[in-house]
Nanobody, 130 residues
């Protein structure tokens, strides 16, 4: 059974850091592109794909997170990580990890790919607040 489970979210002050983990089962984390997608609060907010680690290990970031976030795989633990630094109010969102059979790149600051995601975690809340 395919499962993705996020952990590590919570409340942090502006400028702080968090590390999200995505533990997967039912497939190998290195066998798929693994993505992080966030959904900011508010009606009409469009989900934003913020970071991807492709199957070849290349890492991709949206302009909104480049230089502050770092995605990696811990293959032995079948886990994907997202290190988030210098968090800002606008990073407040629910963060989802997902898998895809596609390949991703950046175009005009946005992460796009050849295919969408086919399995998702339940999401975890990150709140940046004073």
């Amino acid at each position: 059974q395919v499962q993705l489970v996020e952990s590590g979210g919570g409340l942090v002050q502006p400028g702080g850091s968090l590390r999200l983990s995505c533990a997967v089962s039912g497939f190998g984390v290195s066998s798929y592109a693994m993505t992080w997608v966030r959904q900011r609060p508010g009606k009409g907010e469009i989900p934003e794909r913020i970071s991807v680690i492709n199957r070849d290990g290349s890492t991709i970031y949206a302009e909104s997170t480049k230089g502050r976030f770092a995605v990696s795989r811990a293959g032995a633990k079948n886990t994907m990580l997202l290190e988030m630094n210098n968090l800002q109010f606008e990073d407040t969102a629910k963060y989802y990890c997902a898998r895809s059979q596609g390949t991703y790149w950046v175009s005009d600051g946005a992460v796009i790919g050849t295919e969408g995601e086919d399995a998702w975690g339940q999401g975890i809340q990150v709140t940046v607040s004073t």
